[in-house]
């Protein structure tokens, strides 16, 4: 079992920045992939951004692609989302996502592959 935590979300003006970060109970957390996901009011929830256990292998959806940065830091138990050049469209609740992988080559991008949920936080950018 892990638990996860998001922070970071808020208020910004379109073409602002947020950094969100994802706060890991597990101590092997090295041998978990993570995905961010995003819920919009109204819609399914959709893949943005994931990294793969050790870090290195990222994959972006093609809407976030160029203006978020996912990453990791193990030793402190915590992966980030850098969303930079923020549009109205982005305003959802994210997601962080945990799932025990392990080989070090896969990213998954489903979030049926993700066993391991955080409670979300919220992002809203106005226009």
């Known amino acids: 079992q892990v638990q996860l935590a998001e922070s970071g979300g808020g208020l910004v003006q379109a073409g602002g920045s947020l950094r969100l970060s994802c706060l890991a109970s597990k101590r092997t957390f090295s041998d978990y992939a993570v995905g961010w996901f995003r819920q919009a009011p109204g819609k399914e929830r959709e893949f943005a951004a994931a990294i793969n256990r050790v870090g290195g292998i990222t994959r972006y959806s093609d809407v976030v692609k160029g203006r978020f940065t996912i990453s990791r830091d193990n030793a402190k138990n915590t992966v980030y989302l850098q969303m930079s050049s923020l549009k109205p469209e982005d305003t959802a609740v994210y997601y962080c996502?945990?799932?025990?992988?392990?080989?070090?080559?896969?990213?998954?991008?489903?979030?049926?592959?993700?066993?391991?949920w955080g409670q979300g936080t919220q992002v809203t950018v106005s226009s």
């Open positions: 996502a945990a799932e025990r992988i392990v080989s070090a080559l896969v990213v998954p991008n489903n979030p049926n592959e993700y066993d391991y």
